[in-house]
C-alpha cells in the first residue's frame, strides 16, 4: 500500500513539474508597444535605425538609451495606433527571435541587424543575421500598411539589407 501511494505522489509531481514548464514557456511571449532595427556591418552610406512605437515618450527613453548621439534625430519615430503595435508584436518570428537564448558570437555572418523591443523601461535586445531580418520586415510592411512612410523607411532598411549582403558574398 505504501509503495502504491509513493509511486501515485511520484506521478503527480512529474505532471505538476511538466505543468509548470509548458505553463513558464506559454508566458514567454514578450509584448512591446516599440521596436528599433539598427543595420550592423559594412555600407557605402549611413543606414539610420528605424523606430517603431505607439508611445512616443518610451520611444524617446529608448532612443536616449541607445542612441545617445544628436545624429538619431535625423530619423524620426513612426507612431503607430496600440492596434498596430499588438499585430506586429504578435509576429511569429519576430517573438520567436526575442524569446531564444542568445549566444555570445552573435549572428553566424556579416552583416546584421540588433532588434531592441521594449515596453516601458522593460526590453529585449538580439542581434540576428541581416537575411533573416527581411523577413520580419516584411511582415511588419503586412501590418504596418497604413502608415506608407513608414511602410517606405522599412523599404528602404530593406533594400539597405540587401545590398549589405550581396557585398559580403
Known amino acids: 500500500m505504501e509503495r502504491t501511494v509513493r509511486k501515485g505522489l511520484r506521478t503527480v509531481a512529474i505532471v505538476l513539474v ?3 514548464g509548458v505553463r513558464t514557456h506559454a508566458q514567454t511571449r514578450f509584448e ?3 521596436i528599433i532595427f539598427e543595420y550592423v556591418g559594412p555600407t557605402d552610406r549611413p543606414v539610420f535605425p528605424i ?4 508611445s512616443n515618450e518610451e520611444s524617446e527613453w529608448l ?3 541607445f542612441f545617445g548621439s544628436p545624429d538619431f534625430d535625423l530619423n524620426p519615430v513612426r507612431l503607430v ?4 503595435m499588438k499585430e506586429i ?3 511569429p518570428m519576430l517573438q520567436f527571435i526575442l524569446n531564444r537564448p542568445i549566444t555570445k558570437y552573435g549572428p553566424i555572418s556579416s ?3 540588433r532588434i531592441i523591443a521594449g515596453a516601458g523601461h522593460n526590453y529585449k535586445e538580439t542581434l540576428i543575421s541581416a537575411g533573416n531580418c527581411v523577413g520580419i520586415i516584411d511582415e511588419i510592411k503586412k501590418h504596418a500598411s497604413a502608415y506608407p512612410s513608414l511602410v517606405d523607411q522599412l523599404s528602404e532598411f530593406e533594400w539597405r539589407i540587401k545590398e549589405g549582403v550581396r557585398q559580403q558574398r
Open 89 to 91: 508584436s504578435d509576429i
Open 51 to 54: 523606430v517603431i512605437s505607439a
Open 18 to 20: 511538466a505543468m509548470a
Open 32 to 34: 512591446f508597444t516599440t
Open 81 to 84: 495606433e496600440n492596434a498596430t
Open 111 to 113: 552583416p546584421a541587424v
Open 63 to 65: 532612443k536616449k538609451r
